[in-house]
């Protein structure tokens, strides 16, 4: 057995390796919040002695890449007003540009918002959010923001807690066909005494009891073919991360029992990301997602890492080119591949 090549590609050979990946484009949330009114407010009289308010709302954010999301989100809350005595309905709308933090779920956002309440007012606001994935689509959020009235010269505070859903088609990796076995040649049947039936005189046999299923060469020696054997891995990411999903353990997997199948084998790793930021930011995402795939070989499937290394190329090596959404999903991924060649014996048809 000898290594012919070790290469990285995008497609899969011997078996499908590739992950599902959602082409994130919208999301739509509904949440639950809390509106805590300033002190100030609590103790006008032109605002009713406006409180707390409990409301329900709806957002839709637009996915602008990696990092950046805009939404437009609308309320209707329930106020206590007069020193507790009585009950005011309001709504606040408005939008909010929103950063996404690296390898976190944490995000920032700031943004306008006009409120309707006892008194008419537009506020700016600034706070941070944290959202957890539930499955490939749903995932809960929270939010605290501080709202600084620009008409009145106040300060409120909000809370939020919701639920939502992205939309995207889901993209597949191609498959290749595998390749074909190379076609043995079939020696030539003499018709002497043959005391093991391989079909040569026992005068020039110089292999004995050769199975009767196996093809020989002149001389009674089994036959051997060389087969190349390969396999392939791609495995994508979601936005701005290095961190595995777990329906990628399977693919990686594959390839650890193909090592383990074919002991003198060793891999490159290669991480690869988008074109979004600066080229040394990506260089280093891509390297983080190398290294993840190489540290679960190793950590769970029990592989030397002597076998293994691991590199970054950021974003000189582009499967795509163009600036859309799903340009920036089909270069955020990782790849490896191996093929090696092996002897069989060719057996008797």
Same mark, same amino acid.
């Given at each position: 057995?000898?290594?012919?090549?070790?290469?990285?590609?995008?497609?899969?050979?011997?078996?499908?390796?590739?992950?599902?990946?959602?082409?994130?484009?919208?999301?739509?949330? %509904?949440?639950?919040?809390?509106?805590? #009114? #300033?002190?100030?407010?609590?103790?006008?009289?032109?605002?009713?002695?406006?409180?707390?308010? !409990?409301?329900?709302?709806?957002?839709?954010?637009?996915?602008?890449?990696?990092?950046?999301?805009?939404?437009?989100?609308?309320?209707?809350?329930?106020? *206590?007003?007069?020193?507790?005595? *009585?009950?005011?309905?309001?709504?606040?709308?408005?939008?909010?540009?929103?950063?996404?933090?690296?390898?976190?779920?944490?995000?920032?956002?700031?943004?306008?918002?006009?409120? &309707?309440?006892?008194?008419?007012?537009?506020?700016?606001?600034?706070?941070?959010?944290?959202?957890?994935?539930?499955?490939?689509?749903?995932?809960?959020?929270?939010?605290?923001?501080?709202?600084?009235?620009?008409?009145?010269?106040?300060?409120?505070?909000?809370?939020?807690?919701?639920?939502?859903?992205?939309?995207?088609? %889901?993209?597949?990796?191609?498959?290749?066909?595998?390749?074909?076995?190379?076609?043995?040649?079939?020696?030539?049947?003499?018709?002497?005494?043959?005391?093991?039936?391989?079909?040569?005189? *026992?005068?020039?046999?110089?292999?004995?009891?050769?199975?009767? &299923?196996?093809?020989?060469?002149?001389?009674?020696?089994?036959?051997?073919?060389? !087969?190349?054997?390969?396999?392939?891995? =791609?495995?994508?990411?979601?936005? &701005?991360?290095?961190?595995?999903?777990? #329906?990628?353990?399977?693919?990686?997997?594959?390839?650890?029992?193909?090592?383990?199948?074919?002991? =003198?084998?060793?891999?490159?790793?290669?991480?690869?990301?988008?074109?979004?930021?600066?080229?040394?930011?990506?260089?280093?995402?891509?390297?983080?997602?190398?290294?993840?795939?190489?540290?679960?070989?190793?950590?769970?499937?029990?592989?030397?890492?002597?076998?293994?290394?691991?590199?970054?190329?950021?974003?000189?090596?582009?499967?795509? =080119?163009?600036?859309?959404?799903?340009?920036?999903?089909?270069?955020?991924?990782? %790849?490896?591949?191996?093929?090696?060649?092996? !002897?069989?014996?060719?057996?008797?048809?």
């Amino acid at each position: 057995m000898k290594i012919v090549k070790i290469s990285l590609l995008a497609a899969l050979i011997s078996s499908p390796l590739a992950a599902d990946t959602i082409d994130e484009t919208w999301e739509i949330g %509904v949440f639950g919040d809390y509106i805590k #009114s #300033s002190t100030g407010k609590e103790t006008s009289l032109d605002f009713q002695q406006i409180e707390a308010g !409990k409301g329900i709302g709806i957002d839709v954010s637009k996915i602008i890449n990696d990092q950046w999301n805009f939404r437009f989100e609308v309320s209707r809350a329930r106020y *206590d007003i007069n020193n507790g005595t *009585d009950k005011d309905y309001g709504y606040r709308y408005g939008v909010d540009a929103i950063y996404k933090i690296e390898d976190s779920g944490w995000y920032l956002f700031s943004g306008i918002k006009r409120f &309707n309440n006892v008194r008419s007012y537009n506020a700016l606001n600034v706070g941070a959010g944290y959202s957890l994935s539930v499955s490939e689509r749903f995932s809960v959020y929270s939010e605290a923001a501080i709202y600084r009235d620009v008409d009145y010269g106040y300060t409120d505070q909000g809370f939020k807690l919701g639920l939502k859903y992205t939309f995207g088609d %889901v993209k597949k990796a191609p498959v290749v066909a595998p390749k074909a076995e190379p076609t043995p040649i079939k020696p030539a049947v003499v018709s002497v005494v043959d005391s093991d039936n391989d079909g040569v005189k *026992d005068s020039i046999d110089k292999c004995n009891n050769t199975p009767a &299923n196996v093809k020989v060469d002149s001389k009674g020696c089994a036959l051997y073919s060389e !087969k190349s054997v390969a396999i392939n891995l =791609n495995v994508g990411f979601e936005n &701005n991360s290095s961190q595995l999903k777990a #329906s990628t353990m399977d693919d990686i997997q594959r390839l650890a029992d193909f090592m383990k199948t074919y002991t =003198n084998t060793s891999v490159v790793i290669e991480g690869h990301s988008s074109k979004v930021g600066t080229s040394e930011y990506n260089l280093y995402l891509s390297e983080k997602r190398a290294n993840a795939v190489k540290n679960v070989l190793t950590s769970k499937f029990g592989i030397a890492e002597s076998r293994l290394s691991a590199k970054g190329f950021g974003e000189t090596q582009l499967l795509s =080119n163009g600036n859309r959404l799903a340009d920036h999903i089909a270069n955020r991924r990782v %790849v490896a591949k191996i093929e090696t060649t092996v !002897k069989e014996v060719v057996e008797k048809n």
